[in-house]
Antibody, heavy 124, light 110 residues
Framework: QVQLVESGGGVVQPGGSLRLSCTAS????????MQWVRQAPGKGLEWVAF????????FYADSVKGRFTVSRDNSKNTLYLQMNSLRPDDTAVYHC?????????????????WGQGTLVIVSS | QSALTQPASVSGSPGQSITISCTGT?????????VSWYQQHPGKAPKLMIY???NRPSGVSNRFSASKSGNTASLTISGLQPEDEADYYC??????????FGGGTKLTVL
Protein backbone atom coordinates (compact mmCIF):
# COMPACT_ATOMS: atom_id res chain seq x y z
CA GLN A 1 0.00 0.00 0.00
CA VAL A 2 1.02 3.61 -0.42
CA GLN A 3 3.14 4.76 2.49
CA LEU A 4 4.92 8.00 3.34
CA VAL A 5 7.34 8.18 6.27
CA GLU A 6 8.86 11.46 7.40
CA SER A 7 12.10 11.75 9.35
CA GLY A 8 14.71 14.29 10.34
CA GLY A 9 12.78 16.31 12.89
CA GLY A 10 14.27 17.40 16.18
CA VAL A 11 15.21 20.35 18.33
CA VAL A 12 17.19 23.18 16.72
CA GLN A 13 18.18 26.65 17.89
CA PRO A 14 16.76 29.78 16.25
CA GLY A 15 18.76 30.60 13.14
CA GLY A 16 19.72 26.97 12.67
CA SER A 17 19.07 24.51 9.86
CA LEU A 18 17.43 21.12 9.52
CA ARG A 19 16.68 18.78 6.61
CA LEU A 20 13.54 16.70 6.61
CA SER A 21 13.06 13.56 4.53
CA CYS A 22 9.94 11.81 3.29
CA THR A 23 10.45 8.26 2.09
CA ALA A 24 7.76 6.89 -0.19
CA SER A 25 6.73 3.34 -1.04
CA UNK A 26 3.88 1.54 -2.74
CA UNK A 27 3.60 3.79 -5.79
CA UNK A 28 5.67 5.19 -8.66
CA UNK A 29 7.17 8.12 -6.78
CA UNK A 30 8.66 9.71 -9.89
CA UNK A 31 5.19 10.22 -11.39
CA UNK A 32 3.64 12.34 -8.64
CA UNK A 33 3.98 15.82 -7.29
CA MET A 34 4.53 16.07 -3.56
CA GLN A 35 3.89 18.67 -0.89
CA TRP A 36 4.88 19.61 2.64
CA VAL A 37 2.27 20.82 5.11
CA ARG A 38 2.92 21.76 8.73
CA GLN A 39 0.84 21.99 11.87
CA ALA A 40 1.97 24.01 14.87
CA PRO A 41 1.03 22.52 18.25
CA GLY A 42 -2.69 22.93 18.81
CA LYS A 43 -3.10 24.87 15.55
CA GLY A 44 -4.43 24.24 12.06
CA LEU A 45 -2.81 23.01 8.88
CA GLU A 46 -0.52 25.35 6.95
CA TRP A 47 0.62 24.58 3.42
CA VAL A 48 4.42 24.92 3.08
CA ALA A 49 5.67 23.83 -0.34
CA PHE A 50 5.02 21.81 -3.50
CA UNK A 51 7.40 20.12 -5.94
CA UNK A 52 6.29 18.66 -9.25
CA UNK A 53 7.17 15.11 -10.25
CA UNK A 54 9.84 16.30 -12.67
CA UNK A 55 11.17 19.10 -10.37
CA UNK A 56 10.27 21.73 -12.98
CA UNK A 57 7.74 23.46 -10.71
CA UNK A 58 8.34 24.58 -7.14
CA PHE A 59 5.96 26.69 -5.09
CA TYR A 60 6.31 27.99 -1.54
CA ALA A 61 4.21 29.70 1.09
CA ASP A 62 5.23 33.31 1.69
CA SER A 63 6.10 32.42 5.29
CA VAL A 64 8.96 30.12 4.21
CA LYS A 65 10.01 31.56 0.84
CA GLY A 66 13.73 32.22 0.73
CA ARG A 67 14.39 30.08 3.81
CA PHE A 68 13.07 26.62 2.86
CA THR A 69 13.94 24.56 -0.22
CA VAL A 70 12.04 21.53 -1.43
CA SER A 71 13.80 18.86 -3.48
CA ARG A 72 13.50 15.21 -4.38
CA ASP A 73 15.59 12.21 -5.39
CA ASN A 74 13.41 10.01 -7.56
CA SER A 75 16.05 7.27 -7.55
CA LYS A 76 15.66 7.06 -3.77
CA ASN A 77 11.88 7.64 -3.66
CA THR A 78 12.54 10.49 -1.26
CA LEU A 79 11.30 14.06 -0.87
CA TYR A 80 13.31 16.59 1.12
CA LEU A 81 12.72 19.90 2.85
CA GLN A 82 15.83 21.93 3.65
CA MET A 83 14.96 24.45 6.33
CA ASN A 84 17.36 27.34 7.02
CA SER A 85 17.18 30.42 9.25
CA LEU A 86 14.68 28.64 11.45
CA ARG A 87 12.46 30.68 13.74
CA PRO A 88 10.41 29.69 16.80
CA ASP A 89 7.21 30.02 14.75
CA ASP A 90 8.47 27.24 12.46
CA THR A 91 7.85 24.82 15.34
CA ALA A 92 5.38 22.26 14.02
CA VAL A 93 4.74 18.73 12.88
CA TYR A 94 5.72 18.57 9.22
CA HIS A 95 3.72 16.22 6.99
CA CYS A 96 4.48 15.19 3.44
CA UNK A 97 1.67 14.19 1.09
CA UNK A 98 1.30 12.77 -2.40
CA UNK A 99 -0.62 14.57 -5.13
CA UNK A 100 -3.61 12.48 -6.07
CA UNK A 101 -3.20 12.80 -9.86
CA UNK A 102 -0.23 11.52 -11.81
CA UNK A 103 1.74 13.81 -14.09
CA UNK A 104 0.14 17.03 -12.82
CA UNK A 105 2.72 19.83 -12.68
CA UNK A 106 0.64 22.02 -10.39
CA UNK A 107 -0.65 21.44 -6.83
CA UNK A 108 -4.25 21.29 -7.98
CA UNK A 109 -6.86 18.79 -6.93
CA UNK A 110 -5.87 17.17 -3.69
CA UNK A 111 -3.27 15.20 -1.76
CA UNK A 112 -3.69 11.62 -0.64
CA UNK A 113 -2.29 10.03 1.41
CA TRP A 114 -0.34 11.95 4.02
CA GLY A 115 2.47 10.79 6.26
CA GLN A 116 2.25 10.85 10.05
CA GLY A 117 4.69 13.72 10.25
CA THR A 118 7.92 14.62 12.00
CA LEU A 119 8.15 17.17 14.82
CA VAL A 120 10.44 20.18 14.51
CA ILE A 121 11.03 22.33 17.60
CA VAL A 122 12.86 25.61 17.22
CA SER A 123 13.96 26.78 20.65
CA SER A 124 16.99 28.04 22.49
CA GLN B 1 -2.28 33.95 1.28
CA SER B 2 -4.91 34.53 3.93
CA ALA B 3 -6.44 31.38 5.36
CA LEU B 4 -9.90 30.34 4.28
CA THR B 5 -12.57 31.08 6.91
CA GLN B 6 -14.22 28.19 8.72
CA PRO B 7 -16.29 28.18 11.92
CA ALA B 8 -14.13 27.19 14.87
CA SER B 9 -16.60 24.57 16.02
CA VAL B 10 -19.85 22.84 15.17
CA SER B 11 -21.78 20.19 16.99
CA GLY B 12 -24.61 17.77 16.44
CA SER B 13 -26.27 14.73 17.90
CA PRO B 14 -25.92 11.24 16.46
CA GLY B 15 -28.12 10.84 13.42
CA GLN B 16 -28.36 14.57 12.74
CA SER B 17 -26.79 16.49 9.87
CA ILE B 18 -24.30 19.33 10.11
CA THR B 19 -22.74 21.67 7.57
CA ILE B 20 -19.33 23.31 7.74
CA SER B 21 -18.75 26.38 5.63
CA CYS B 22 -15.47 27.50 4.11
CA THR B 23 -15.26 31.03 2.76
CA GLY B 24 -12.51 32.24 0.49
CA THR B 25 -12.10 34.81 -2.23
CA UNK B 26 -12.12 35.14 -6.00
CA UNK B 27 -8.41 34.28 -5.83
CA UNK B 28 -9.00 30.78 -4.55
CA UNK B 29 -12.39 29.08 -4.11
CA UNK B 30 -14.08 31.48 -6.49
CA UNK B 31 -11.68 30.74 -9.36
CA UNK B 32 -11.31 26.96 -9.37
CA UNK B 33 -13.16 23.76 -8.64
CA UNK B 34 -10.14 22.53 -6.71
CA VAL B 35 -11.59 22.49 -3.21
CA SER B 36 -10.86 19.55 -0.96
CA TRP B 37 -11.80 18.59 2.57
CA TYR B 38 -9.70 16.68 5.10
CA GLN B 39 -10.63 14.96 8.35
CA GLN B 40 -8.10 14.78 11.16
CA HIS B 41 -8.45 12.82 14.36
CA PRO B 42 -6.17 13.77 17.29
CA GLY B 43 -2.61 12.67 16.75
CA LYS B 44 -3.38 11.31 13.28
CA ALA B 45 -2.53 12.36 9.75
CA PRO B 46 -5.20 14.23 7.79
CA LYS B 47 -7.45 12.02 5.66
CA LEU B 48 -8.92 13.10 2.33
CA MET B 49 -12.72 13.14 2.45
CA ILE B 50 -13.74 15.24 -0.57
CA TYR B 51 -11.83 16.44 -3.65
CA UNK B 52 -12.61 18.72 -6.59
CA UNK B 53 -15.50 20.34 -4.67
CA UNK B 54 -17.82 17.37 -4.40
CA ASN B 55 -16.10 14.08 -5.24
CA ARG B 56 -15.67 11.33 -2.67
CA PRO B 57 -12.61 9.06 -2.79
CA SER B 58 -13.38 5.37 -2.71
CA GLY B 59 -13.89 4.18 0.84
CA VAL B 60 -15.36 7.44 2.14
CA SER B 61 -18.91 7.15 3.38
CA ASN B 62 -21.67 8.66 1.24
CA ARG B 63 -22.79 10.44 4.40
CA PHE B 64 -20.16 13.00 3.43
CA SER B 65 -21.13 15.44 0.68
CA ALA B 66 -19.93 18.85 -0.38
CA SER B 67 -20.66 21.73 -2.73
CA LYS B 68 -19.53 25.20 -3.72
CA SER B 69 -21.26 28.47 -4.49
CA GLY B 70 -19.26 31.51 -5.45
CA ASN B 71 -16.43 31.97 -2.97
CA THR B 72 -17.87 29.58 -0.38
CA ALA B 73 -17.59 25.82 -0.14
CA SER B 74 -19.57 23.62 2.22
CA LEU B 75 -19.18 20.15 3.70
CA THR B 76 -22.26 18.31 4.93
CA ILE B 77 -22.17 15.24 7.11
CA SER B 78 -25.47 13.44 7.42
CA GLY B 79 -26.43 10.73 9.91
CA LEU B 80 -23.73 11.84 12.35
CA GLN B 81 -21.82 9.05 14.03
CA PRO B 82 -19.50 9.21 17.03
CA GLU B 83 -16.48 8.44 14.84
CA ASP B 84 -17.14 11.58 12.82
CA GLU B 85 -15.93 13.64 15.78
CA ALA B 86 -12.72 15.21 14.46
CA ASP B 87 -11.22 18.37 13.03
CA TYR B 88 -12.15 19.22 9.46
CA TYR B 89 -10.12 21.40 7.11
CA CYS B 90 -11.00 22.84 3.73
CA UNK B 91 -8.32 23.54 1.17
CA UNK B 92 -8.22 25.36 -2.16
CA UNK B 93 -5.84 25.90 -5.02
CA UNK B 94 -5.14 29.60 -5.63
CA UNK B 95 -4.42 31.90 -8.57
CA UNK B 96 -0.82 32.08 -7.33
CA UNK B 97 -0.41 28.32 -7.91
CA UNK B 98 -0.25 27.82 -4.16
CA UNK B 99 -2.60 26.16 -1.73
CA UNK B 100 -4.46 27.62 1.21
CA PHE B 101 -6.17 25.85 4.11
CA GLY B 102 -9.04 26.91 6.28
CA GLY B 103 -8.42 27.42 9.97
CA GLY B 104 -10.16 24.16 10.80
CA THR B 105 -13.49 23.25 12.40
CA LYS B 106 -13.80 21.03 15.45
CA LEU B 107 -16.83 18.77 15.12
CA THR B 108 -18.31 17.51 18.37
CA VAL B 109 -20.84 14.69 18.29
CA LEU B 110 -22.95 15.22 21.38
Amino acid sequence: QVQLVESGGGVVQPGGSLRLSCTASGFTFSSYGMQWVRQAPGKGLEWVAFLSYDVSKKFYADSVKGRFTVSRDNSKNTLYLQMNSLRPDDTAVYHCAKLRDQWDLLPRSCFDPWGQGTLVIVSS
Amino acid sequence: QSALTQPASVSGSPGQSITISCTGTISDIGSYNFVSWYQQHPGKAPKLMIYDVSNRPSGVSNRFSASKSGNTASLTISGLQPEDEADYYCNSYTTSSTLVFGGGTKLTVL
